[in-house]
């Protein structure tokens, strides 16, 4: 992965591909640069995305694709177009973000990388963070209702274990494994365990994993608090339910992010419970994960029981009582009223046709970023 010095008339160029995993910090990481919060030997990295790199997503499966000629075409001129501007850039350092590449296989990733992106910059390196399984499983859960997917929207905890470990969900040792195998020692893997991050934080963490070095500041507020609460997910849930039948998935997942946007911004609830695994299904997902973690640890983290401890404590920890799912059992019945009104409500705007909810709900993360950097640069907010 690594090419022969580059010329003596600019420093060598480091291109660093994030790739997750989902739930470890990535918003944040994605929020810092590209809010241009982040200098690193005195300069701003080049980021070149309005929020993430997400959508890359889509065009590498389009690329790995048999008989789609004309996405696989498309794929290839987004390819080269945004590794044209990563070789034009005269940053030193230069970042790709998306937790959703998690999910494309490491072979078709190499093949990517060494095909349109290996004379864009002298270094690449892949890296990615991996939460404990336990805290895997809750908060895919949660991301999953926040976003509308009927895998855990229309499911309990219990009958979402059942759901995603039939399906091989949160494994991470063969898929890692592969990643290793592809890229060797250009591949970094780093645990989301809070102890284990350079200063406890997942952004001061990935700069220095990513870019080798302790030479960087970071303006303002590093980390962004992105979780809700029980009691605010089941608020959400209420809406999701609402526009179940008459939204598309895209959509959900645009409503999803826009209401925790904006609870983001308000004060927390009087009562704020998290998310945890009652004591049978932690018992459940120790078994189901145990030699996973092990061999995570093993080969991975040096022998440290890392994600063994967590599912330990996971289980060690857990309430007796399942928590409810149902919206109800956690908010009052005014609460309920007002809330089926509200999405009632919005689910009669989200039927107009003549608006772009998704792109317009997006606009509005687009904003926040646009604000951050102003705050930094003393530049006026320009209209999108």
Same mark, same amino acid.
């Given at each position: ?14 291109? !660093? ?21 982040? =200098?690193?030997?005195?300069? *701003? ?79 690449? +390196? ?17 991301? +999953? ?44 893997? =780093? ?5 284990? %991050?350079?200063?406890?934080? *997942? ?26 609460? %029980?009691?605010?997910?089941? =608020?959400?849930? !209420?809406?999701?339910? #609402? ?6 998935? $895209? ?24 998310? #945890? ?26 022998? $440290? ?9 996971? !289980? ?20 309920? =009223? ?16 003549? !608006? ?8 509005? +993360? ?19």
């Amino acid at each position: 992965m690594t090419k022969p010095a580059s010329p003596q008339a600019r420093p060598r160029k480091r291109l !660093v591909f994030h790739i997750g995993d989902h739930k470890t910090g990535s918003t944040s990481v994605q929020t810092a640069f590209a809010s241009d919060h982040v =200098r690193v030997k005195g300069q *701003v990295p080049f980021f070149p995305a309005k929020l993430s790199h997400n959508w890359l997503k889509d065009h590498c499966q389009a690329y790995a694709a048999p008989n789609k000629p004309k996405a696989k075409a498309k794929a290839i001129n987004t390819f080269k177009n945004l590794a044209a501007s990563i070789r034009e850039s005269e940053a030193e350092f230069c970042l790709i973000s998306g937790e959703s590449l998690e999910g494309i296989p490491a072979a078709v990733m190499k093949e990517i990388i060494d095909r349109f992106f290996a004379h864009a910059a002298d270094e690449i +390196r892949v890296i990615a963070y991996v939460r404990p399984h336990a805290g895997r499983f809750t908060s895919g859960f949660t991301e +999953r209702v926040k976003t509308g997917l009927p895998n855990a929207l229309k499911r309990d905890l219990d009958s979402f274990f059942t759901f995603a470990y039939s399906n091989g969900a949160f494994l991470y040792a063969p898929r890692f494994q592969a990643w290793r195998d592809q890229f060797g020692t250009d591949f970094i893997l =780093r645990p989301m365990v809070r102890d284990q %991050l350079y200063k406890e934080s *997942v952004v001061e963490d990935f700069i220095l994993h990513a870019f080798d070095t302790r030479d960087f500041d970071i303006l303002g507020k590093a980390d962004a608090n992105e979780s809700l609460c %029980l009691e605010d997910l089941m =608020r959400l849930k !209420v809406l999701q339910l #609402r526009i179940f039948k008459t939204s598309t998935p $895209q959509l959900r997942h645009a409503v999803g992010w826009e209401f925790a946007r904006l609870i983001a911004r308000m004060p927390p609830p009087e009562t704020r419970t998290k998310l #945890r695994l009652h004591k049978s299904l932690a018992k459940q997902v120790h078994s189901a994960y145990l030699e996973d973690a092990r061999t995570m640890d093993r080969d991975f983290f040096d022998g $440290q029981p890392l994600l063994e401890s967590d599912l330990e404590r996971a !289980v060690q920890t857990a309430p007796a009582e399942a928590l409810s799912m149902e919206p109800a059992d956690h908010l009052s019945a005014t609460d309920m =009223r007002s809330l089926e009104v509200m999405a009632s409500m919005i689910d009669g705007l989200l039927r107009n046709k003549d !608006v772009s909810w998704v792109p317009f709900l997006r606009a509005n +993360r687009i904003r926040d970023i646009k604000a951050l950097r102003a705050a930094i640069t003393e530049e006026p907010v320009r209209p999108s």
